[in-house]
C-alpha cells in the first residue's frame, strides 16, 4: 500500500536455519515451484527450484593475523575442515587464514570473506544457508555469532573516488552504487537483548571493510535488518511477512531521506 515504495528490481530468498533441515525443506519448495502443491496445481516457477548446488553449510574461520572472524560457505554436504576445533571462545587448532578474500585456498570453502558472499547471494533467487549453531553457542548465543546480516548502505564509485553517504557525501555524475540490497532477517530467536539473539549484523566500515555490530547497537537494527517472527502469527494472517518486510522497507527508505537531506554536498 506505500505507492510511493518502489517495486524492488531483484528480490533473493535465502532460507537460513541452525538445523539439519535445510534439505527438507529445499525439497518442499523446489516441489511447490515445480506445481505439485495439491493447493497449488497450475503454478509454476522454475527460479525458486533448488539445486544441490544452491545449498551451503556456514562457517566462521579465525583470522588471527587480522583479529577477525571470517564468515564462509561451504557445501551443504561437505564437512569443513577443522570445524569442529573453531569455536568463538578458542583459536585452538584452526587453520589460520591470510586474507578472507582469498580463503578458499586454505581450504574448502566455496564463498569466503563478507564482499564474496554478498555479491553470490545478490546475484540468486533462491539460496540456503544451515548456519553454524556450535559456534553460535559457543560464543553464548552473542548475536554476532549467529547468522549475519548485512545493514543497507549506499556507497557510490567514481573512476577516482568512492563517496559514503553516512559521511555526508553523494556520488558525483556518472557514479554507479555497488552495494544497494536491504537485507532482513525474519527469525522467531531475536529478541530485545543486546547479548543475545540468532541475528547478527555486519556494517561496511570507513576502511570499506565488514565488521560486525555488538551490544546496543545492534539493536538499532530492528525493524529494519532484524524482525522477530511471533511463530504462529504468520500462520493466521498469510500476509504477515509481506507486510513486515514493507514496513522495514518504508523505514530504511524514511531515514535515508532524512540523512541525505541533512548531509547531501556534493563531491568536488
Not at 560486525?212 to 502469527?233: C, F
Amino acid at each position: 500500500n506505500n505507492n510511493h515504495l518502489p517495486v524492488p528490481p531483484k528480490v533473493t530468498l535465502v532460507l537460513r536455519t541452525f538445523g539439519t533441515d535445510l534439505p527438507r525443506v529445499a525439497q518442499c519448495i523446489s516441489e511447490f515451484a515445480r506445481g505439485n502443491h495439491p493447493s497449488y496445481p497450475s503454478y509454476y516457477n522454475p527460479k525458486l527450484i533448488l539445486d544441490e548446488g544452491d545449498l551451503f553449510q556456514s562457517r566462521w574461520r579465525h583470522c588471527p593475523n587480522r583479529e577477525e572472524w571470517i564468515y564462509e560457505l561451504h557445501p551443504a554436504n561437505a564437512t569443513p575442515k577443522g570445524n569442529d576445533d573453531a569455536t568463538a571462545n578458542s583459536n585452538e587448532g584452526d587453520k589460520s587464514v591470510e586474507d578472507g578474500e582469498n580463503a578458499q585456498n586454505d581450504n574448502d570453502a566455496v564463498l569466503a570473506g563478507d564482499a564474496k558472499v554478498l555479491q553470490y547471494l545478490q546475484s540468486k533467487t533462491i539460496v540456503g544457508i544451515q548456519d553454524n549453531y556450535p559456534f553460535w553457542r559457543d560464543a553464548n548465543f552473542a548475536p554476532w555469532a549467529g547468522k549475519p546480516v548485512w545493514a543497507r548502505r549506499t556507497y557510490y564509485t567514481t573512476k577516482d573516488t568512492i563517496s559514503k553517504n553516512n559521511e555526508g557525501k553523494v556520488r558525483k555524475e556518472g557514479g554507479q552504487p555497488f552495494y544497494n540490497h536491504h537485507h532482513i532477517l525474519l527469525d522467531d530467536n531475536i529478541h530485545n537483548d543486546p547479548d543475545d539473539g540468532a541475528g547478527g549484523i555486519r556494517v561496511l566500515t570507513s576502511n570499506m571493510e565488514y565488521d560486525s555490530l555488538h551490544g546496543v547497537e545492534g539493536l538499532k537494527m530492528h525493524g529494519k535488518h532484524l524482525i522477530r517472527v511471533p511463530t504462529i502469527r504468520p500462520l493466521l494472517e498469510e500476509d504477515w511477512f509481506v507486510r513486515q518486510i514493507e514496513k522495514a522497507r518504508l523505514r530504511v527508505a524514511l531515514e535515508e531521506e532524512e540523512e541525505k537531506g541533512r548531509n547531501e554536498k556534493v563531491i568536488e
